[in-house]
Nanobody
Framework: QLQAFGGGLVQAGGSLRLSCAAS????????MGWFRQAPGKEREFVAA????????DYADSVKGRFTISRDNAKNTVYLQMNSLKPEDTAVYYC?????????????????WGQGTLVTVSS
């Protein structure tokens, strides 16, 4: 089970940190990721982090502003979001992939948490 929290309302230029706590199994060997879905749009890849060497990948739209990290001891993955823009407004979903390798496609991920809403006001 994945549970995401930390969303909220923030002004443009502000920061938020999302957390995703995993329970029920050990996710330390899984690829962990974040996707988001804005109103009226499809869900899109945001960031992912591998286990082991902690390699990461980001959508171009968030590179340089968002940072994904994980704490395997706490079975938790984080998404630090800085310099937020109104277009970052979306429901953010935490996800886990049991197979090796970071992917940016929804169908490549096996477990999904409930979303947490991030609203960025202009």
């Amino acid at each position: 089970q994945l549970q995401a929290f930390g969303g909220g309302l923030v002004q443009a230029g502000g920061s938020l940190r999302l957390s995703c706590a995993a329970s029920g199994r050990t996710f330390s060997s899984y690829v962990m990721g974040w996707f988001r879905q804005a109103p009226g749009k499809e869900r899109e890849f945001v960031a992912a982090i591998n286990w082991g060497v902690f390699s990461t990948d980001y959508a171009d739209s968030v590179k340089g502003r968002f940072t994904i990290s994980r704490d395997n001891a706490k079975n938790t993955v984080y998404l630090q979001m800085n310099s937020l823009k109104p277009e970052d407004t979306a429901v953010y979903y935490c996800t886990a992939r049991t197979r090796a390798g970071i992917r940016a496609t929804m169908s490549e991920y096996d477990y999904w948490g409930q979303g947490t809403l991030v609203t960025v006001s202009s």
